[in-house]
Protein backbone atom coordinates (compact mmCIF):
# COMPACT_ATOMS: atom_id res chain seq x y z
CA UNK A 1 0.00 0.00 0.00
CA UNK A 2 1.58 3.20 -0.68
CA UNK A 3 1.72 6.11 1.99
CA UNK A 4 -0.58 8.20 0.07
CA UNK A 5 -3.02 6.03 0.10
CA UNK A 6 -2.33 4.71 4.03
CA UNK A 7 -2.49 8.75 4.98
CA UNK A 8 -6.20 8.74 3.51
CA UNK A 9 -7.20 5.94 5.45
CA UNK A 10 -5.84 7.19 8.41
CA UNK A 11 -7.64 10.38 7.89
CA UNK A 12 -11.13 8.03 7.23
CA UNK A 13 -10.87 6.69 9.91
CA UNK A 14 -9.77 9.21 12.21
CA UNK A 15 -13.28 11.13 11.15
CA UNK A 16 -11.11 13.81 8.96
CA UNK A 17 -12.65 13.25 5.92
CA UNK A 18 -15.88 11.31 4.95
CA UNK A 19 -15.73 8.06 2.56
CA UNK A 20 -16.59 9.98 -0.74
CA UNK A 21 -13.90 12.38 0.00
CA UNK A 22 -11.67 9.63 1.01
CA UNK A 23 -12.88 7.86 -2.58
CA UNK A 24 -12.00 11.06 -4.08
CA UNK A 25 -8.90 11.38 -2.56
CA UNK A 26 -7.45 7.90 -3.73
CA UNK A 27 -8.68 8.43 -7.42
CA UNK A 28 -6.74 11.32 -7.47
CA UNK A 29 -3.83 9.69 -6.08
CA UNK A 30 -4.03 7.23 -8.54
CA UNK A 31 -4.29 8.96 -11.23
CA UNK A 32 -1.02 11.40 -10.21
CA UNK A 33 1.88 10.43 -12.06
CA UNK A 34 4.53 9.13 -9.11
CA UNK A 35 1.14 7.80 -7.01
CA UNK A 36 0.03 5.00 -8.51
CA UNK A 37 -1.02 1.88 -6.19
CA UNK A 38 1.48 -0.59 -7.29
CA UNK A 39 4.18 2.12 -7.24
CA UNK A 40 4.86 2.48 -11.41
CA UNK A 41 4.94 5.85 -12.55
CA UNK A 42 2.22 6.51 -15.22
CA UNK A 43 2.59 9.13 -17.45
CA UNK A 44 -0.28 11.30 -18.23
CA UNK A 45 -1.08 11.88 -21.98
CA UNK A 46 -0.84 15.56 -22.29
CA UNK A 47 -4.36 17.11 -22.28
CA UNK A 48 -5.13 18.29 -26.10
CA UNK A 49 -5.06 21.55 -27.31
CA UNK A 50 -8.22 21.74 -29.82
CA UNK A 51 -11.14 20.14 -31.02
CA UNK A 52 -11.24 19.10 -34.42
CA UNK A 53 -14.31 18.92 -36.94
CA UNK A 54 -13.16 17.53 -40.24
CA UNK A 55 -16.06 16.93 -42.74
CA UNK A 56 -16.11 15.85 -46.39
CA UNK A 57 -19.59 15.75 -48.16
CA UNK A 58 -20.59 15.19 -51.40
CA UNK A 59 -22.78 17.93 -52.81
CA UNK A 60 -26.14 17.21 -54.38
CA UNK A 61 -24.60 17.64 -57.86
CA UNK A 62 -22.39 14.71 -57.85
CA UNK A 63 -19.06 13.50 -56.85
CA UNK A 64 -17.14 16.15 -58.42
CA UNK A 65 -18.44 18.81 -56.23
CA UNK A 66 -17.66 18.10 -52.69
CA UNK A 67 -17.53 19.97 -49.58
CA UNK A 68 -15.16 20.17 -47.06
CA UNK A 69 -14.96 21.73 -43.87
CA UNK A 70 -11.94 21.49 -41.34
CA UNK A 71 -12.53 23.65 -38.51
CA UNK A 72 -9.83 23.54 -35.23
CA UNK A 73 -11.20 24.84 -32.08
CA UNK A 74 -8.97 25.79 -29.12
CA UNK A 75 -10.47 24.38 -26.14
CA UNK A 76 -9.60 27.57 -24.43
CA UNK A 77 -12.04 29.24 -26.64
CA UNK A 78 -14.04 26.79 -25.31
CA UNK A 79 -14.12 26.98 -22.24
CA UNK A 80 -13.78 30.89 -22.25
CA UNK A 81 -17.43 30.52 -23.85
CA UNK A 82 -18.44 28.29 -21.01
CA UNK A 83 -17.78 31.16 -18.15
CA UNK A 84 -19.15 33.93 -20.89
CA UNK A 85 -22.42 31.77 -21.42
CA UNK A 86 -22.74 31.91 -17.79
CA UNK A 87 -23.67 35.45 -17.84
CA UNK A 88 -26.64 34.90 -19.83
CA UNK A 89 -29.77 36.42 -18.21
CA UNK A 90 -32.22 33.18 -17.55
CA UNK A 91 -34.43 34.58 -20.29
CA UNK A 92 -32.00 34.45 -23.06
CA UNK A 93 -30.87 31.18 -22.30
CA UNK A 94 -34.31 30.16 -22.21
CA UNK A 95 -34.93 31.37 -25.50
CA UNK A 96 -31.45 29.75 -26.56
CA UNK A 97 -32.89 26.59 -25.19
CA UNK A 98 -36.19 26.72 -27.27
CA UNK A 99 -34.36 27.57 -30.54
CA UNK A 100 -31.97 24.66 -30.29
CA UNK A 101 -35.54 22.46 -29.31
CA UNK A 102 -36.78 23.66 -32.63
CA UNK A 103 -33.44 22.90 -34.45
CA UNK A 104 -33.65 19.54 -33.22
CA UNK A 105 -30.99 19.73 -30.82
CA UNK A 106 -32.75 18.95 -27.22
CA UNK A 107 -30.27 20.54 -25.36
CA UNK A 108 -30.21 22.38 -21.46
CA UNK A 109 -28.22 25.18 -21.86
CA UNK A 110 -27.99 25.49 -18.21
CA UNK A 111 -26.33 22.48 -17.72
CA UNK A 112 -22.95 23.35 -19.32
CA UNK A 113 -19.97 24.48 -16.19
CA UNK A 114 -16.35 24.61 -16.98
CA UNK A 115 -15.68 21.54 -14.81
CA UNK A 116 -18.33 19.83 -17.15
CA UNK A 117 -16.45 20.66 -20.22
CA UNK A 118 -13.00 19.65 -17.98
CA UNK A 119 -14.47 16.33 -17.85
CA UNK A 120 -15.87 16.00 -21.25
CA UNK A 121 -12.60 17.18 -23.29
CA UNK A 122 -10.44 13.87 -20.96
CA UNK A 123 -13.04 12.32 -22.14
CA UNK A 124 -12.77 13.40 -26.01
CA UNK A 125 -9.13 12.09 -25.46
CA UNK A 126 -9.62 9.02 -26.90
CA UNK A 127 -12.51 9.51 -29.20
CA UNK A 128 -12.99 9.59 -33.13
CA UNK A 129 -16.50 9.94 -33.88
CA UNK A 130 -16.49 9.09 -37.67
CA UNK A 131 -19.68 9.02 -39.67
CA UNK A 132 -19.82 7.67 -43.05
CA UNK A 133 -23.22 8.24 -44.67
CA UNK A 134 -23.17 5.62 -48.11
CA UNK A 135 -26.32 8.14 -49.82
CA UNK A 136 -24.28 11.23 -50.28
CA UNK A 137 -21.04 9.57 -49.15
CA UNK A 138 -20.43 12.19 -46.21
CA UNK A 139 -17.48 11.62 -43.63
CA UNK A 140 -17.50 13.40 -40.18
CA UNK A 141 -14.75 13.30 -37.94
CA UNK A 142 -14.50 14.93 -34.32
CA UNK A 143 -11.16 14.05 -32.04
CA UNK A 144 -8.80 15.98 -30.44
CA UNK A 145 -5.46 17.05 -30.74
CA UNK B 1 -0.71 34.15 -25.20
CA UNK B 2 -3.00 36.94 -27.00
CA UNK B 3 -3.70 36.37 -30.73
CA UNK B 4 -1.67 38.08 -33.02
CA UNK B 5 -2.28 38.06 -36.61
CA UNK B 6 -5.60 36.63 -38.62
CA UNK B 7 -6.35 35.61 -41.97
CA UNK B 8 -9.61 36.30 -43.60
CA UNK B 9 -9.67 34.55 -46.92
CA UNK B 10 -13.15 34.56 -49.35
CA UNK B 11 -13.73 32.93 -52.15
CA UNK B 12 -17.06 33.61 -54.38
CA UNK B 13 -18.57 31.83 -56.82
CA UNK B 14 -16.66 33.23 -59.39
CA UNK B 15 -13.65 32.32 -57.93
CA UNK B 16 -12.91 35.88 -57.13
CA UNK B 17 -10.61 36.02 -54.10
CA UNK B 18 -9.51 37.76 -51.65
CA UNK B 19 -7.45 37.60 -48.53
CA UNK B 20 -6.80 39.72 -45.34
CA UNK B 21 -4.47 39.56 -43.26
CA UNK B 22 -4.96 41.55 -39.83
CA UNK B 23 -2.71 42.18 -37.04
CA UNK B 24 -4.03 42.11 -34.36
CA UNK B 25 -0.93 43.19 -32.50
CA UNK B 26 -1.29 46.11 -33.57
CA UNK B 27 -4.90 46.42 -32.01
CA UNK B 28 -3.41 45.62 -28.79
CA UNK B 29 -0.66 47.89 -29.02
CA UNK B 30 -3.39 50.35 -29.42
CA UNK B 31 -5.24 49.06 -26.18
CA UNK B 32 -2.59 49.25 -23.68
CA UNK B 33 -2.81 52.54 -22.91
CA UNK B 34 -6.72 52.31 -22.15
CA UNK B 35 -6.08 48.85 -20.38
CA UNK B 36 -3.05 50.91 -17.98
CA UNK B 37 -5.79 53.32 -17.54
CA UNK B 38 -8.50 50.63 -16.51
CA UNK B 39 -6.25 48.33 -14.21
CA UNK B 40 -6.58 50.34 -11.27
CA UNK B 41 -9.99 50.75 -11.54
CA UNK B 42 -10.38 47.51 -11.77
CA UNK B 43 -8.00 46.80 -8.96
CA UNK B 44 -10.38 48.80 -6.65
CA UNK B 45 -13.39 46.97 -7.93
CA UNK B 46 -11.70 44.01 -6.70
CA UNK B 47 -10.94 44.62 -3.61
CA UNK B 48 -14.30 46.26 -2.49
CA UNK B 49 -16.76 44.16 -4.81
CA UNK B 50 -15.08 40.67 -4.82
CA UNK B 51 -13.92 38.61 -8.18
CA UNK B 52 -17.71 38.62 -9.26
CA UNK B 53 -17.57 42.85 -9.88
CA UNK B 54 -14.64 42.17 -12.74
CA UNK B 55 -15.51 38.48 -13.82
CA UNK B 56 -17.11 40.07 -16.89
CA UNK B 57 -14.44 41.13 -18.53
CA UNK B 58 -12.21 39.03 -17.44
CA UNK B 59 -14.36 36.26 -18.94
CA UNK B 60 -14.21 38.73 -22.03
CA UNK B 61 -10.27 38.71 -21.80
CA UNK B 62 -9.99 35.04 -21.72
CA UNK B 63 -12.59 35.07 -24.47
CA UNK B 64 -10.26 37.26 -27.09
CA UNK B 65 -7.02 34.99 -25.53
CA UNK B 66 -8.49 31.73 -26.09
CA UNK B 67 -9.13 32.55 -30.07
CA UNK B 68 -5.16 31.75 -30.85
CA UNK B 69 -5.17 28.95 -32.98
CA UNK B 70 -8.61 28.75 -34.16
CA UNK B 71 -8.86 27.81 -37.80
CA UNK B 72 -12.22 27.99 -39.90
CA UNK B 73 -11.64 26.27 -43.61
CA UNK B 74 -14.63 25.57 -45.51
CA UNK B 75 -14.44 24.93 -49.01
CA UNK B 76 -17.59 24.51 -50.73
CA UNK B 77 -17.91 24.53 -54.84
CA UNK B 78 -19.84 27.79 -55.06
CA UNK B 79 -17.42 29.52 -52.78
CA UNK B 80 -15.07 28.61 -49.61
CA UNK B 81 -13.75 30.68 -46.59
CA UNK B 82 -10.44 30.37 -44.68
CA UNK B 83 -10.28 32.12 -41.05
CA UNK B 84 -7.01 31.60 -39.10
CA UNK B 85 -5.76 33.15 -36.14
CA UNK B 86 -2.64 33.12 -35.08
Given amino acids: M ?7 LDMLAAGKITADEAERLIAAVERAPNGDAAGATVARKPLPKYLRVVVEAEDNHGADTMTKVNIRVPFQLLRA ?22 KGVDF ?15 QLQDMVIDIDQDKRRAKVKVFCE | M ?7 AVC ?31 AILWLLFGRSAVAKPIV ?15 DHPHGSVFIKIV
Fill in chain 2, 60 to 74: LWQVFAGMRGTLVDI
Fill in chain 1, 81 to 102: GVKLANFLPPKARMQVNEALRE
Fill in chain 2, 12 to 42: GERRKFFRLWLPLFLLWILLLPFALLALPVI
Fill in chain 1, 108 to 122: DLNQIKPENLDELIE
Fill in chain 2, 2 to 8: IPLWMSI
Fill in chain 1, 2 to 8: SENRKQI
